[in-house]
Structures are given as structure tokens and as C-alpha cells.
């Protein structure tokens, strides 16, 4: 059976605005850079097969002053190349620590045990804004021998927690000027107009104005303490939130669907069956007759079967509520694909107020 899950009452209920909106500018940032994994046991990349190991070693290699020859051949069984992702958070200073993921891009069997030494993380403008460096957990164990391999969890990625140093801060637009923009985290009008009316009831009038269904422009104090503290009080504001837009959610691969409380559906009659095909193949073994000289062949029988199920038409009456119309969908006996396909015939036959999403 497809599930469903009730999104949200149909009454509407009290929130936080730091709960629809965020303020516009203070935001993380995405962190990336090439690095080494050293001191694995014989688990690291076949240098043969991925160059990029051999020559990145080389690399850090002559950062500490040494030069391999240029026909070198280096076997480094216990070195792995990886990329190092981080979030640097909204203002972060110089010398806070952040955790870092550590993704093997060779043919390493296992990070387990490995170190990453020194690595530079750069931001999308190509700024080094974090170093990462120590020992990695792998939440996982694997063992082989004689063909044979068992293997717990994943063992081509791990995390250092507090892995990385922030060396550089992100400039924000936060403490500058007079006003701050509130950005909703779905546009809606409705919402706008209901966030700027508890500021300005609380706040004062004139404090906030909805400039549109994404953006809320707040006259702030430019004294920096005053400010935090103006945001603080900002956030914990109580709004009265009415119900979103009906939509339905479908995930094609999967065949989960998930639906909000205001979808509803009008009269309709759906017919549902179901049309199979089974194939089987049964060995038929032809022998000789005795002295006639010939070979046994062995020849398959193929059966073709189809089957189609009936389907009777299964009327739906009108349905207010997300409880009935699961209840009615239910009662088709409809595999989860199959119900995929009865939601978006109802939607195509006008008899669903709601907006059909494939992810």
C-alpha cells in the first residue's frame, strides 16, 4: 500500500518566525580541497591505476624538500587520495574548529586508520578559508582472505570532528546599513503579510514591510549589540500560520507520495486492474532411437501466459478531509506505483485541487 503523511492540521497553530523565515546574508558556505590520506594498512589507492595519487604525493613530498627522480616507480599502498568537504558556518572568526568529510576518489578499499595530513579548503572564489588535518573515523570494519570478503557499513568515507581550522572570515552584509531582510523559506503572500503585521504589532508600526511573498524589510538599530538583540526578540515572535497550498509530492523511483492537509478531491469513478505477463521455459530432452546413430539434443518449451485482473469502477465521493480521501485510496487495493498513476488520472479529470509534483 502507498503511505501517505499528514503534513500539517487543517487549523492553524501558532509558530516562531525564525521557524518560516531566515535573515537574508547569514548563510554557511560550502568548503572543498584534494588531500592525502596516509598510514593506511595496505588498503590505499593502486598508484598505477590513479596517477593523481603517485603525483599529489610528489607534490607534498617537495614542499618538504624532497624530490622523487622523474623515473621513479612508487608503490604507496598506504596512501589515498580523498576530497575534503566542510560548511563554514555564518561568522565564523580565525580559529574556531568545524567537522570535515573525507571521501575517497580512487581505488582504496578502506580509510580505516588513515590520517589526513594538511589540506587547504577553499571557498567557490578559490580563497583558502580552512586547513583540515587529523585522524579519521570509519564507522565501519571489513575483512578478506581466500576469496572471500565481509564488509560492515561503508568504509570509503569518514569525518574528523573539529578536523579543520578556519584561517579566514566571511565578510557579511549583516551589520551594515539601516534595514534587514527577513527571506521566508517558501514564498507566500499570505505569510508575508501575517510576519510583517506581528513585527510591526510588536515592534512598532513601520518596523517591518512585506515587499513581496518571499522578502520582509526590518528597519534595525545600527548600534551592533542593539541589533542582535532586536533580531533576538524578532525570531520568537508568535504568528498565526494558515494551512500551505494543497500539493502532492510523488517519488517516481521510490513510489512515495506524501500530501498536505489541504488537498482534496471531488466526485470521481476509478477503475483499477492489473496486466500480467509470465514467461516459463521447461527443458525438453530428445533421444535417438538405439543403433540409428544419433545424438541427443536438448531443446526448451516456452509458455506465454497473460493475465489481466479485473477492475471494477470504484466510486469516490467528494472528500474534505486527507483522512477519508487516504481511506478512499486505500480501499483500491492499489500498489504504491499504481496509486502514482490513479492520482495523476484523478488530477488530469479536474476532480483534485492540488498540485502534482514529481521528484
Known sequence: MGSVWLGWPLDAHAIRIKE????????????????????????????TQMPYTSQGMSNYLQQLGMTLPADAKVQMKNVAAVLVTAQLPAFAQPGQMIDVTVSSMGNSKSLRGGTLITTPLKGVDGEIYALAQGNLLVGGAGASGGGSKVQINHLSAGRIPSGAQVERTVPTAFALGDTIDLGLNASDFQTARRVAEAINTRMGKGTANAMDGRLVRLRAPIDPNARVSFLAEVEEIQLETSVPAARVIINTRTGSIVMNGAVTIGPCAVAHGNLSVSISSTPVVSQPNPLSGGQTVVAEKTDIKITQEGGALVQMEASPKLSDLVRMLNGLGATPQDLLAILQAIKAAGAMNAELEVI
Open 20 to 47: 518560516v523565515a531566515a535573515v537574508q546574508g547569514v548563510r554557511t558556505n560550502q568548503l572543498t580541497g584534494f588531500g592525502l590520506v596516509v598510514g593506511l594498512d595496505g588498503t590505499g589507492d593502486q598508484t
